[in-house]
């Protein structure tokens, strides 16, 4: 079974700072990795995601991962913040199948806040 | 182009009430995602389901939960004799075809049982 985990459930930076979320997931075969956002009230947007190819993806607003197959990693970074960009940060991952339709499963999610 | 619409956006219901959320997909799209977001929690795959087939249900409870998506007409997750541990927010999503790349997600149902 897959699992993800998300270890930083509440990070707090200063407008300007560099930001890392850290995502590692557990699964044996191939698989596609996600970031989704969730700003405050409302849906949650696809950030960025991975299938294959450049390890290093760039998402929306700035936004990169880089996917290390060794460390079962897919970390999230912006080199420097904004207060918009506070939210709630979700890593998702599904099985690579052919058929590409396979069930998400997220991490619990990091609560990012900005401070002016 | 509208995106993924939820109804209602927020439910109330008192225990062993009915509740029964409503998903209609992205124009186009034929597959719709069920998930469950408890508090403090990530997301939660309950069903994956194409027009009038269940494709996936290993994350639905066994008892209680049930999901259809008609071929006419939104999916509907219906949640009979509701328990307090149901509130929660439920999430649908929809892609457009097998080997789409994206699930693209609706604003979500805050299910609160008193």
């Known amino acids: 079974a897959q699992s993800v985990s998300q270890h930083n459930h509440h990070v707090i930076l200063s407008e300007a700072a560099s930001l890392e979320l850290g995502c590692n997931y557990s699964?044996?075969?191939?698989?596609?990795l996600f970031w989704y956002v969730q700003y405050p009230g409302q849906h949650l947007q696809l950030l960025l995601k991975y299938f294959s190819g450049d390890p290093l993806v760039k998402g929306i607003k700035g936004f990169e991962a880089e996917f290390i197959k060794s460390k079962f990693s897919f970390n999230l970074r912006k080199p420097s913040v904004q207060w918009s960009d506070t939210a709630e940060y979700f890593c998702a991952v599904n099985a690579g199948s052919a058929f590409g339709n396979e069930k998400l499963t997220f991490g619990t999610g990091t609560r990012l806040t900005i401070i002016p | 182009n509208a995106g993924v619409m939820q109804n209602p956006r927020h439910l109330v219901r008192r225990r062993g009430q009915e509740a029964r959320l409503r998903c209609s997909p992205m124009?186009?799209?034929?597959?719709v995602y069920w998930y469950r977001q408890l508090p403090e929690e990530g997301l939660k795959f309950m069903v994956y389901l194409q027009k009038e087939n269940i494709i996936d249900e290993s994350g639905m409870p066994k008892e209680r939960f049930s999901a259809e998506f008609p071929k006419e007409g939104p999916s509907i997750l219906r949640i009979q004799q509701v328990v307090r541990g149901d509130s929660a927010a439920y999430f649908c999503?929809?892609?457009?075809?097998?080997?789409?790349?994206?699930?693209?997600f609706g604003p979500g149902t805050r299910l609160t049982v008193l």
């Open positions: 124009k186009g799209h034929s597959h």
């Open positions: 699964y044996g075969g191939t698989v596609n």
């Open positions: 999503a929809s892609s457009p075809r097998t080997g789409a790349d994206e699930q693209f």
